[in-house]
């Protein structure tokens, strides 16, 4: 039977272990991409900073016109903040799963991480001889 390939640094999540040892894993990796990760990283700032101003765009405009006239009202305020929460709720999880694709396409790439899954998958006992297949 085949082991899988591992190297001497690991994933944090599938192989258990330290921070630091993925923190230098990720490092590793990511050479040579990481001009397609900084291109990812703007796509999504933008694509996070769009998602405040449609959502915080009307409120900032009364807030101008409130604050020209002197009066601020507090709900004013208040849904200026609540409507930032939303609209970074709803945009800021696109920055994470690109970098999670990206770092998951580098793994694969490099490491054929998705033939190594699979070959783990299959470690599992070896029915002995006349037993048959349990499928």
């Known amino acids: 039977m085949v082991a899988p390939?591992?190297?001497?640094?690991?994933?944090?999540?599938?192989?258990?272990?330290?921070?630091?040892?993925?923190?230098?894993?990720?490092?590793?990796?990511?050479?040579?991409?990481?001009?397609?990760?900084?291109v990812a990283i703007f796509l999504c700032s933008m694509i996070a900073y769009v998602g405040a101003i449609v959502f915080q765009g009307p409120f900032f405009m009364t807030l101008m016109f409130s604050a020209r006239s002197g009066h601020l009202p507090e709900w004013l305020a208040y849904a200026f903040a609540m409507s930032g929460a939303v609209g970074g709720a709803i945009t800021g999880p696109v920055l994470l799963i690109a970098l999670v694709l990206c770092y998951y396409d580098t793994r694969i790439r490099k490491e054929a991480f998705d033939l190594q899954f699979m070959m783990s998958s299959l470690d599992g006992p070896v029915p002995a001889p006349g037993t048959g297949s349990p499928a």
Not at 8 to 33: D, I, M, N
């Open 5 to 38: 390939v591992r190297s001497s640094h690991s994933a944090l999540l599938l192989e258990r272990v330290g921070v630091l040892a993925a923190l230098r894993r990720s490092v590793q990796l990511t050479r040579g991409r990481r001009w397609q990760m900084l």
